[in-house]
């Protein structure tokens, strides 16, 4: 299999879609993509859009993505890059795509001088821990994530 990624483009935005769906179902909770295609057009790639996206490719078939932007840490004075998606469609999984898009993020990490990568994996996703453990990355469980989103973003904003 030849593996190879490029940057990922409007045209990209259905097939995006349809990956983030998939891994919604894997991740037990596609009621919550509530996005369009459309959606992921017009803010993924808009104008406006800090976010940067991969598609990753086999022979021509696209078989995964990834959706990145940068943060910034305090600590380090510097930025990063926050990885939000990396998706492999399950039949290509176990042939080092999953790694080739890292990979390639990581590099643009060091080009671009960023002091992390980072992201989150769920805490039942085995597979994918023990991948981001078998390419040095380690867990922070010191820090837990929380979220302000729905009704309760809307409510919290209006007081």
Not at 19 to 33: F, T
Not at 74 to 80: E, K, Q
């Amino acid at each position: 299999m030849s593996i190879s990624i490029r940057e990922a483009r409007p045209a990209d935005a259905e097939v995006i879609y349809n990956m983030i769906y998939e891994l919604a179902v894997y991740e037990k909770a596609p009621q919550e993509v509530v996005t369009s295609p459309q959606e992921i057009r017009e803010t993924l790639f808009g104008a406006q859009s800090k976010t940067e996206a991969l598609i990753c490719e086999a022979d021509g078939v696209t078989i995964g993505y990834a959706v990145f932007f940068t943060s910034y840490s305090t600590w380090l004075g510097r930025n990063g890059i926050y990885l939000e998606d990396l998706y492999v469609s399950p039949d290509a999984r176990g042939q080092g795509a999953g790694k080739a898009l890292i990979k390639h993020i990581a590099r643009l990490a060091v080009q671009r001088k960023c002091g992390r990568l980072e992201w989150s994996v769920l805490d039942w996703n085995q597979p994918a821990i023990d991948f981001y453990l078998s390419i040095g990355a380690l867990p922070q469980s010191e820090w837990v994530r929380y979220r302000l989103d729905g009704e309760a973003l809307l409510n919290f904003a209006e007081r």
